[in-house]
């Protein structure tokens, strides 16, 4: 079965910390999204790569950045968290059609 | 720009009747058009899909009809199950492979 696995289900982190999220996927996709869910406002795009090292901006990726050194993961850095980043976020890899989702990180920022 | 709304918000139906979720998208060029159900603390998962080139697809209980004329695209889940209960997103392929995401639709089927 397609897995992507984001290395941890819940953080709390406090405001100016530097924060990683990984995401793996063991399903030799090209293409990998992160986005954050947040209540009213649906899923929202922060970054993509469509291939390694390659990345492109999203609708929303002021105060994130990214990072793919390997085709398999795809790491979300918020260089200085603050309280507005407070999420759902939710990475998935596409091969042509649709995404497979991971199980998601709920960050906490206080 | 390009976005994807979805209506409605929320939808409560007795166990048995029928739901139907529908979305609009602005990018004539969308070709492909996916549905996901996120169950409580789970991940979006795909469910069912519809490409441009034809106008309705049906896999057991739910159905995608697309619009093309009109932009718009709907989920109908026939004889609703509790289990069936859960946030439902549309999308639209507007480039590449990027997706524009609706809002949800909780759906709650009262046993």
């Known amino acids: 079965d397609v897995k992507v696995t984001q290395s941890s289900r819940y953080l709390v982190k406090r405001t100016g910390e530097k924060v990683f999220l990984e995401c793996v996927q063991d399903m030799d996709h090209e293409n990998m999204f992160w986005y954050r869910q947040d209540p009213g406002l649906g899923l929202r795009l922060i970054y993509f790569?469509?291939?390694?090292?390659?990345?492109e901006k999203g609708d929303i990726p002021e105060g994130y950045s990214v990072s793919r050194e390997k085709k398999e993961r795809f790491s979300l850095i918020l260089e200085s968290a603050s309280t507005n980043q407070t999420s759902m976020y939710l990475c998935?890899?596409?091969?042509?059609?649709?995404?497979?989702f991971g199980s998601g990180t709920r960050l906490t920022v206080v | 720009g390009e976005n994807v709304e979805q209506h409605p918000s929320t939808l409560s139906v007795q166990e048995g009747d029928s739901a139907v979720i529908k979305c609009t998208y602005s990018?004539?060029?969308?070709?492909?058009f996916p549905w996901y159900k996120q169950e409580l603390g789970k991940r979006p998962q795909l469910i069912i899909d519809i490409r441009s080139n034809v106008g309705e697809k049906k896999d057991q209980r739910i159905a995608v009809t697309l619009n093309k004329t009109a932009k718009h695209f709907s989920l109908h889940i026939t004889e609703t199950q509790p289990e069936d209960s859960a946030v439902y997103f549309c999308a639209a392929r507007y480039t590449g492979n990027q997706f524009y995401f609706g809002t949800g639709t909780s759906l709650t089927v009262i046993p």
């Open positions: 990018d004539s060029a969308s070709n492909y």
């Open positions: 790569s469509y291939d390694v090292k390659m990345k």
């Open positions: 998935a890899s596409s091969l042509k059609f649709g995404y497979t």
